[in-house]
C-alpha cells in the first residue's frame, strides 16, 4: 500500500489507552487499511509480540499477535502476524496460568499476571472473513493482553500484589534464578 510508517507508542497515563475502542465499521476504509499496515511494521520494529491500535494513538477494535522470539520474550513461539478485527472472547478455560509480561506502552516494567489459559474467541479479518480460532498458552496470553487495550486496561491492572511487579533488569535476574 505504499511506504509504511514507524508509529509512536502512547506510554501509560496517555488517556487513549484507558479509553474504550470504537468497533471498526468499515474494514475496507484506506484509513483502517494503513493503520493495520503501519502497526505491522511499527511492530516488527519494536520488538514485542503484539500490539493494539490504542497503543499508537488509535482508538480502534484492532489487534495484532506475532509471537517470535526475541531479547524481551526468547521462548516465545514462532507465528506469523495475526491481524484480528473487532475481535471478541466467546469461551475461556477454567485454567489460570501466571507468568510474566511486559508492555511497549510501560517499558522497562514486568509484572507476573494471571491469564485463561486457553480462549476462544472470534473475529474479522484484514480481508473481511469472520473466524473464530482457540488460542493456547504464550499466544492466548498476547490476545488477552492485546485485548485488555481494547477496553480501556493495561496488565498491571490485574497485578494482585506490587511484589509482583519488576523493573526489567531485577526481572532478569528473577527469571534466571
Known sequence: M????L???AKLGNKVLRK??????DIHNRKIKRIIDDMLYTLKKSNGVGLAAPQVYHSYQILIIASKPNARYPNAPLMKPRVLINPK?????KKKL???????SIPGIRANVSRYKKIKVSYTTPKGKEKTITLKGFIARIFQH???HL????Y???VKSSDMVSEEYYFKRIVKS
Not at 505504499?2 to 510508517?5: E, Q, V
Not at 474504550?20 to 465499521?25: D, G, P
Not at 472472547?89 to 478455560?93: A, D, H, N, Q
Not at 501466571?98 to 511497549?104: A, N, R, S, T, V
Open 146 to 148: 492485546e485485548y485488555d
Open 156 to 158: 498491571i491492572d490485574h
Open 20 to 25: 474504550k475502542a470504537k468497533k471498526v465499521r
Open 7 to 9: 508509529l509512536s507508542i
Open 151 to 154: 477496553i480501556g486496561k493495561v
Open 2 to 5: 505504499g511506504k509504511k510508517s
Open 89 to 93: 472472547i466467546i469461551k475461556t478455560s
Open 98 to 104: 501466571h507468568d510474566w509480561e511486559g508492555c511497549l
